[in-house]
């Protein structure tokens, strides 16, 4: 597909994205093509129209449709800075409005059950391990999946996490989640290690842990504790951020803990806090 590698290594080059995010970028480039069957240089305003309409029409919703516009704009100007083209067909699309859902939070009460769904046994350990990074320190899977050994400052209480588009930051972790480390290191990956492998959290057969199989252990321990929320392993990170904001840590130092490049993207989980206020002046105020 025409300028596919050149665009990937603009994406790999120039705006330092994750994997993940790249890979969806480059899906929303093939579907568009896919469907317009028109060289990128022929390409206008209006042929991305026809194509967002298609995806409305689908039942696709307007945050997706928003996600699409915003890859081929990025494709495109691309293109334009490359002087491929000479006027960029996306500039005067309007964007979607996008529905900021407020993130699903699981409280401390459901989050102990589900540690204490984990068992003594090598997986079970690990598990609890993870489980205690996801949420102490608020990390993302992935980033949970590629710690490596030496990004452990345990004695000082703090890990070194590589985040979206590699940005590195050092964020601290409670004694609980140290403890949780500790116990992982000297008790299962001691037994899961096959070879001299750099990764913190391995699988049963010695390699790198997958998404998915982490994703169908957590699944396993939310039916052990009992809780039919639809929950991911995001939710840990979600949950993390609003405990920290009811406790009334500051904006900006979550900001840095997370991660977020853009303080507005922390600002999502003020809105719960908020909701928690108002369901506490609704339980306990004689007026509520």
């Known amino acids: 597909m025409k300028y596919k590698e050149e665009f990937e290594d603009y994406l790999k080059a120039q705006r330092m994205l994750s994997k993940n995010t790249i890979d969806a970028y480059l899906r929303d480039f093939i579907q568009f093509f896919q469907y317009i069957k028109k060289e990128p240089e022929f390409i206008n305003s209006q042929d991305i129209i026809s194509f967002l309409n298609i995806l409305r029409k689908n039942g696709l919703n307007s945050n997706s449709i928003a996600r699409k516009l915003s890859s081929l704009r990025i494709f495109f100007r691309f293109l334009s800075g490359e002087g491929i083209i000479k006027e960029d067909p996306t ?41 205690e990074l996801l949420y102490g320190a608020g990390l993302r899977i992935q980033e949970l999946l590629s710690l490596r050994v030496e990004d452990l400052f345990l004695k000082d209480g703090f890990i070194r996490v590589l985040g979206k588009g590699d940005k590195e930051r050092i964020v601290p972790i409670g004694r609980k989640g140290i403890n949780a480390v500790i116990e992982y290191l000297e008790k299962s990956r001691v037994h899961l290690a096959k070879t001299k492998i750099p990764i913190l959290f391995l699988s049963k057969d010695g390699k790198k842990m997958s998404r998915m ?76």
Not at 108 to 123: C, G, L, M, N, R
Request: glycine residues 6%; aromatic residues 8%.
């Open 91 to 131: 500039e005067f699309i309007e964007t979607p409005k996008i529905v900021r859902k407020i993130p699903l939070v699981l409280d401390v009460y459901e989050i102990e059950k589900i540690i204490e769904a984990t068992d003594d046994s090598i997986i079970g350990i690990r598990d609890r391990a993870c489980i």
């Open 213 to 288: 199989g982490f994703w169908k252990r957590l699944n396993l321990y939310l039916r052990k504790a009992g809780i039919q929320k639809k929950i991911t392993p995001h939710t840990f990170r979600h949950s993390f951020a609003t405990h920290l904001l009811e406790g009334g840590a500051d904006l900006r130092v979550v900001q840095m803990l997370l991660g977020h490049s853009d303080i507005s993207t922390t600002q999502i989980y003020t809105h719960i806090d908020r909701e928690y206020l108002k369901e506490t002046i609704k339980s306990f105020h004689p007026r509520g």
